[in-house]
């Protein structure tokens, strides 16, 4: 008997997720497809069933910046699926201004951090029973521009967007350091990879006029396509859980990151003060 890997893909509406999605698929995974806009979803599946009708495809709209939809839509998978083989926690986004989310959290910290921090941790017992699963967590290297400071993880002193952005994805990459510790041992293993600029709709929360969107216009002739990048990820899935875990990757090659990411103590105060917000019963 065929034994077929399943999946996970958040954000896989657009952009870097879809690629991804589409790639998968070519290589015969059970693909579970996570995004907020239906609409994408169902158009990201029948371009799957174009390439190949035997790729098993579910989608999920699912809210990301929202806690008890996740918690949701985890409960569902653990009740659906008998075991994970991979996670990819791609949804992203950057938006021009402070929102705050109905449950109280900033909008950007929610989505691009405690989501892939509750998602993971909320499912890490299924990858445990595929025994060789993978957590890919794409970063950015603008994590090297980020401050880490407890008193303003969420913008509750001063919000600049793109510091923001920068700040929720050195949590994300201090988290996948912090949880590889020892996955390993347990058959699983967590990575960071940051897979360059990519030409996706991050940026278009922003108006014309934005400095953000006047600098990400100016780049965008220079910037790579989602399926090229995919590309980076997709090499990632083919390795072994020892040569993977606990690394960053840059554009498909191990790289070094920033100092503040490989502090071990701030490391374990993050992961405290994230257990305050968000409550897994995950020990670690």
Known sequence: ???????????????????????????????????????????????????????????????????????????????????????????????????????????????????????????????????????????????????????????EKSFNSMKQYCLTK??????????AKDTASKGVAVCCVHPGGIKTHLMDHYRWYHLPKVVWHALYPFLKNADKAAGYVVKLTDMEVYALNGKYFSKGKEAVSSAVSLDKEMASGLWNHTLSLVDTGFLK
Do not use: W
């Not at 996740?70 to 926690?89: E, G, P, S, T, V």
């Not at 050195?170 to 949880?179: G, I, N, Q, T, V």
């Open 170 to 179: 050195l949590c994300l990459l201090m988290f996948s350091y912090h949880l």
């Open 1 to 155: 008997m065929i034994d077929i890997k399943t999946c996970l893909i958040t954000g896989a509406g657009n952009g870097l997720g879809k690629s991804l999605a589409k790639s998968l698929a070519e290589k015969g995974y059970h693909l579970i497809l996570a995004d907020i806009d239906e609409n994408r979803l169902k158009s990201v599946k029948e371009e799957i069933f174009s390439l190949t009708e035997s790729c098993p495809v579910e989608t999920y709209a699912i809210d990301l910046s929202l806690q008890g939809e996740i918690r949701r839509f985890c409960n569902a998978c653990n009740q659906r699926f008998q075991k994970l083989d991979m996670i990819i926690n791609n949804a992203g986004v950057n938006t021009p201004f402070r929102k705050v989310t109905a449950e109280g959290f900033e909008y950007m910290f929610a989505v691009n951090y405690l989501a892939p921090y509750l998602l993971t941790t909320l499912l890490f017992n299924k990858l445990q029973l595929a025994g060789d699963a993978k957590i890919i967590n794409i970063g950015s290297n603008g994590e090297k521009y980020a401050r880490l400071d407890f008193d303003n993880l969420q913008g």
